[in-house]
């Protein structure tokens, strides 16, 4: 065992240097070749999609074949078709004062679960080379051969499109020592991480950027004005496709009081099974372990072997075990998330109380991940939106689908953040985009003169404070002339008026600081005695210009207003 440690260990190193050094290389490529190769890789998968989701679940023993090639066909057609316009390679965005330019991170870390081991290991692959960087994968040591396999079917294509060969790495010698010296090692820049609690954990603390997934945990809302017959049909479409292994598939089902009677008879003419209280007990003593954990054992299994497993007598077209459950919490072991054709069921009176019943599931398992609603009211859908703490809210789908962007217009992925909530970096749903550094080239907007620049300071009685900035010393101040023409003024004033009547004889002052340049000579106009920062704003609303002069006396305030909105013009 200590020499398999050591040897995944010395795998990972050498994968990470030779990825990086492949990485080189593809930083190199125009936006033309990336796009071949991907292009390549995709086409690779979709052809080669059956056979590895058949070897999926043949190793790892979850889910079935046929939900598992949707998977595969998901990440290697609808994933590809969506991004492969995205510019990824040079100037990105141009807005004429700012410039975006794409810049690839590095080596990408992808840890790949045994749940959807192929259909993640595609889409990582893609997006990872999409945006310029190469690729180690650590797969699940219950999933490393048909990782492997389609490692090697999408880095053939590539290769054969110009792709370094070292640009796509695996480990295949996999353990937990390995997959931390990947996650830590020098030269990977991004980690990918999708696992279990403990490994996204890892990957946080391994001091790499990293982005991570929570669990799921997903509760479904039906609310009063929904259509019950198809909210019954997309919850169990979500529950059971590949027997719950996505973490955004349906774990509880919370139905609006008034329409109790009617989702059951929906759930029971469509394949949902409703335990008794001694059904669902002994259910219970399957699903958890003696310690309160999820087993295993029961993920990815259809719900008649589940039956099975826990001695209970189900049809054999059953698709999904309903349990009803008193609460939320570690004595409700059916509210856990449990990856698997399981529901637990829930009745409440009413939008908010709905919520709150699912908030409380989310709290238990879930924060951040995915919730659903199914209603004819947009105005429900948004208030449970509102007060839902996910990223994701799907509405009037299964929650399953609609989460990863298949049956809504979310970017589609299969790798979904859970912002804070879920202790993730970002909420979003991964793409090349995540996967890139934005280079901003910023042109100057706004010319920085001596007035508008960072004011000095200076101390005064122990205190600092910022130092008036000027371009030339100002004259002597006569205060007791200018509070006259103040009071003059201000008493003489008419309200919201840009130019003032004629104001009375000017006392003598010495010269301020002049205005702007005049924009024309003898414009006709008569200057304005004295302008506030009002005074600016209303001739800003009204389209007008402010006439001023050497003798206008002109606050700061109204000044920096002024000169940057080009208000004043020379006045007579």
């Given at each position: 065992?200590a020499?398999?440690?050591?040897?995944?260990?010395?795998a990972a190193?050498?994968?990470?240097?030779a990825a990086?050094?492949?990485?080189?290389?593809?930083?190199?490529?125009?936006q033309?070749?990336?796009?071949?190769?991907?292009?390549a890789?995709a086409?690779a998968?979709q052809a080669q999609?059956?056979?590895l989701a058949t070897?999926a679940?043949?190793?790892?023993?979850?889910?079935?074949?046929?939900?598992?090639n949707v998977k595969n066909?998901?990440?290697a057609?609808?994933?590809h078709?969506?991004?492969?316009?995205l510019r990824?390679v040079?100037?990105v965005r141009d807005?004429?004062s700012?410039v975006?330019?794409a810049a690839?991170?590095g080596?990408?870390?992808a840890?790949?679960?045994s749940?959807n081991?192929?259909?993640t290991?595609?889409?990582k692959i893609?997006?990872?080379?999409k945006?310029?960087?190469s690729?180690?994968?650590?797969?699940h040591?219950?999933?490393?051969?048909c990782v492997?396999?389609?490692v090697?079917a999408?880095?053939?294509?590539?290769?054969?499109?110009g792709?370094?060969?070292?640009?796509?790495g695996?480990?295949?010698l996999?353990?937990?020592?390995?997959?931390?010296t990947?996650?830590?090692?020098?030269?990977t820049?991004?980690?990918?991480?999708?696992?279990?609690?403990?490994?996204?954990?890892?990957?946080?603390?391994?001091?790499k950027?990293?982005f991570?997934?929570?669990?799921g945990n997903v509760?479904?809302?039906i609310?009063?004005?929904?259509?019950?017959a198809k909210?019954?049909?997309?919850i169990?479409?979500?529950?059971?496709?590949?027997f719950?292994t996505i973490?955004a598939?349906?774990?509880?089902?919370?139905?609006d009081?008034?329409?109790d009677?009617q989702?059951?008879?929906q759930?029971?003419a469509?394949?949902?099974?409703?335990l008794?209280a001694a059904?669902?007990d002994?259910l219970?003593?399957i699903?958890?372990?003696p310690?309160r954990?999820?087993?295993?054992?029961?993920?990815g299994?259809p719900?008649?072997?589940?039956?099975?497993w826990?001695?209970i007598?189900v049809?054999?077209?059953t698709?999904c075990l309903?349990?009803e459950?008193?609460?939320?919490?570690?004595?409700f072991?059916?509210?856990?998330?449990k990856?698997s054709?399981i529901?637990?069921?829930?009745?409440?009176?009413?939008?908010?109380?709905?919520?709150?019943l699912?908030d409380?599931?989310?709290?238990?398992g879930?924060?951040?991940?995915?919730?659903?609603?199914?209603?004819?009211?947009?105005e429900a859908?948004l208030?449970?939106?509102?007060?839902?703490p996910?990223?994701?809210?799907?509405v009037?789908?299964?929650?399953?689908?609609g989460?990863?962007?298949?049956?809504?217009a979310?970017?589609?992925?299969m790798?979904?953040?859970?912002?804070?909530w879920?202790?993730?970096?970002?909420?979003?749903?991964?793409s090349?985009?995540h996967?890139?550094d934005?280079?901003?080239v910023?042109?100057?907007?706004?010319?920085?003169?001596?007035d508008?620049?960072?004011?000095s300071?200076?101390?005064?009685s122990?205190i600092?404070?910022p130092?008036?900035?000027?371009?030339a010393?100002l004259?002597?101040i006569?205060?007791t002339?200018i509070?006259e023409?103040?009071d003059k003024?201000?008493?003489?004033?008419?309200?919201?008026?840009s130019?003032?009547?004629?104001?009375?004889?000017p006392?003598?002052l010495?010269?301020p600081k002049?205005?702007?340049?005049?924009?024309?000579?003898?414009?006709g106009h008569k200057?304005?005695d004295?302008?506030c920062?009002d005074?600016v704003k209303?001739?800003l609303?009204?389209g007008?210009?402010?006439?001023?002069?050497a003798?206008?006396i002109i606050?700061?305030?109204?000044?920096?207003?002024?000169?940057?909105?080009?208000?004043?013009?020379?006045?007579?």
């Open positions: 065992m020499d398999k440690d050591l040897q995944s260990i010395q190193r050498d994968l990470v240097e990086h050094r492949a990485q080189s290389v593809v930083a190199t490529f125009d033309a070749k990336i796009d071949a190769i991907c292009e890789m086409i998968a999609s059956f056979r070897l679940h043949e190793e790892t023993g979850y889910g079935n074949p046929s939900d598992k066909l998901f990440a057609v609808d994933v078709n969506y991004f492969k316009n990824t040079g100037v807005t004429g700012v975006e330019i690839p991170r080596v990408v870390a840890i790949i679960p749940t081991p192929t259909s290991a595609i889409f893609l997006i990872a080379i945006s310029r960087n690729i180690v994968l650590s797969p040591p219950s999933a490393t051969r492997v396999e389609t090697k999408m880095r053939e294509a590539g290769v054969k499109a792709l370094p060969t070292e640009a796509i695996c480990i295949e996999t353990s937990i020592e390995g997959t931390e990947l996650m830590k090692h020098k030269l820049a991004v980690i990918l991480a999708t696992g279990g609690l403990g490994l996204v954990r890892a990957a946080y603390s391994s001091g950027p990293a991570g997934v929570g669990p509760p479904a809302f609310e009063r004005t929904a259509d019950v909210a019954v049909r997309d169990l479409a979500g529950t059971y496709f590949d719950g973490c598939s349906e774990q509880a089902v919370v139905v009081a008034p329409l009677k989702v059951r008879e759930f029971a469509q394949g949902g099974y409703f008794n059904q669902a002994q219970s003593k699903v958890v372990t310690n954990s999820l087993n295993p054992k029961i993920v299994k719900a008649t072997t589940l039956a099975e826990a001695g007598s049809p054999p077209n698709r309903i349990a459950v008193g609460g939320v919490g570690r004595d072991p059916l509210s856990v998330e990856l054709p529901l637990a069921y829930y009745v409440a009176d009413g939008l908010e109380a709905g919520s709150k699912c409380e599931i989310l709290h238990f879930g924060m951040g991940h995915t919730s659903s609603i199914h209603t004819r009211n947009r859908a208030r449970y939106g509102i007060l839902m996910t990223a994701r809210v799907v009037n789908s299964p929650s399953t689908h989460a990863i962007g298949f049956s809504t979310l970017a589609p992925s790798t979904l953040g859970c912002g804070s879920g202790g993730n970096v970002t909420s979003d749903n991964i090349p985009l996967l890139m934005i280079k901003r910023a042109f100057e907007t706004r010319p920085v003169t001596a508008s620049s960072a004011p300071t200076v101390q005064t122990g600092t404070v130092a008036l900035q000027t371009s010393p004259p002597a006569n205060r002339a509070a023409l103040v003024f201000l008493v003489a004033r008419k309200p919201v008026e130019v003032p009547a004629p104001a009375p004889a006392v003598p010495p010269e002049p205005a702007p340049p005049p924009q024309a000579k003898n414009s200057a304005v004295f302008v920062e005074d209303r001739a609303a009204k007008e210009k402010i006439y001023v002069n003798k206008t606050t700061p305030s109204a000044r920096d207003l002024g000169q940057s909105s080009e208000i004043f013009a020379n006045g007579n």
